[in-house]
């Protein structure tokens, strides 16, 4: 259960499909930059018992919801405030197994939104898409994993970031319903190795193949993520229909 603002930024399902394409084991540690509200975060905590988890979130306000959420859904997590540009200097310290992000969507110059609070979510400011994967990749430890999910029209830039730095690449495409073009991208790659980059087939959110008043019910695979508290990994291999 998740403390969000009445007005502002509000999560969707992208934080809880981010968690759920994390593959992190007990024991291991966690930093989630940009974390908002914490729910990314805690989904995945809530998937996973025994991991360290960590945030870093720009917004003092925002900071406050995720320490609140935190603690009213008894999972310990560690949240400071900073810009991803300029991490403070107890995180910059630090090195984690798995860093995950959702990145603002929209370059800088496109039109700010009215509140505040939602436009520094969704709008880039000074740290540019880049700047974040650089931030995830200087955080995390070597063979450590980095999570994003970002627009599909976004990934030649992810890709270039990550080149020379990170390998073992795995990109899953998120689909409205089958058929229909991919709205978001995930994408995991681990920090200092070799590799192949590995596509896999669409993850479909709704069963029907096209839109219709009536349409709306997500797939089977969906809901296991979205009410079942599901991971998308199974054995070391993307889960994209139900096994």
């Given at each position: 259960m998740i403390w969000q603002p009445r007005d502002g930024y509000r999560a969707a399902i992208d934080p809880v499909l981010l968690a759920a394409f994390?593959?992190?084991?007990?024991?291991?540690?966690?930093?989630?930059?940009?974390c908002g509200a914490g729910t990314a975060v805690l989904c995945l905590g809530r998937r996973v018992e025994g991991l360290a988890l960590h945030g870093l979130e720009i917004q003092p306000a925002y900071a406050a919801l995720a320490r609140r959420n935190a603690a009213e859904n008894g999972i310990a997590l560690t949240?400071?405030?900073?810009?991803?540009a300029r991490p403070p200097p107890?995180?910059?310290?630090?090195?984690?197994?798995?860093?995950?992000?959702?990145?603002?969507?929209?370059?800088?110059?496109?039109?700010?939104?009215?509140?505040?609070g939602r436009d520094t979510a969704?709008?880039?400011?000074?740290?540019?898409?880049?700047?974040?994967?650089?931030a995830g990749l200087r955080r995390l430890r070597p063979g450590g994993r980095l999570a994003i999910i970002h627009a599909p029209a976004r990934l030649g830039e992810i890709l270039a970031a990550l080149s020379g730095r990170a390998g073992?690449?795995?990109?899953?495409?998120?689909s409205p319903r089958p058929g229909a073009p991919a709205?978001?991208?995930l994408v995991s790659a681990r920090k200092g190795?070799?590799?192949?980059i590995r596509l896999w087939p669409a993850f479909t959110l709704h069963e029907e193949a096209s839109h219709s008043p009536a349409a709306?019910?997500?797939?089977?695979?969906?809901?296991?993520?979205?009410?079942?508290?599901?991971?998308?990994?199974?054995?070391?291999?993307?889960?994209?229909?139900?096994?």
């Open positions: 994390v593959p992190a084991e007990s024991g291991e540690s966690v930093l989630e930059l940009g949240v400071l405030e900073g810009d991803v107890e995180l910059r310290a630090a090195s984690f197994d798995h860093v995950l992000m959702n990145p603002p969507f929209h370059p800088s110059g496109s039109a700010p939104a009215r509140d505040t969704h709008r880039e400011g000074e740290a540019k898409l880049s700047d974040w994967l650089d073992s690449i795995d990109i899953l495409p998120v709205r978001r991208i190795r070799g590799g192949e709306g019910s997500y797939s089977s695979a969906a809901l296991s993520i979205l009410r079942g508290a599901g991971g998308l990994w199974v054995s070391g291999c993307v889960r994209v229909t139900e096994y």
